[in-house]
């Protein structure tokens, strides 16, 4: 079934293992001011699978 959660893949795994969270948390958890890029909000990439024509 379908759920609302995304699974959150750290590069640190070993101190910080993957885990599933609620689409609103991570939402609430990006839209936090990064000090260390001039104060920008935090954001997300998008990876899709590209079309073959």
Do not use: C
């Amino acid at each position: 079934g379908k759920s609302d959660r995304f699974l959150i893949l750290d590069v640190a795994r070993y101190k910080y293992p993957p885990v599933w969270v609620k689409t609103s948390e991570l939402f609430d958890a990006m839209n936090t001011q990064d000090s260390d890029n001039e104060n920008k909000t935090r954001g997300f990439v998008l990876v899709s699978a590209a079309s073959v024509q």
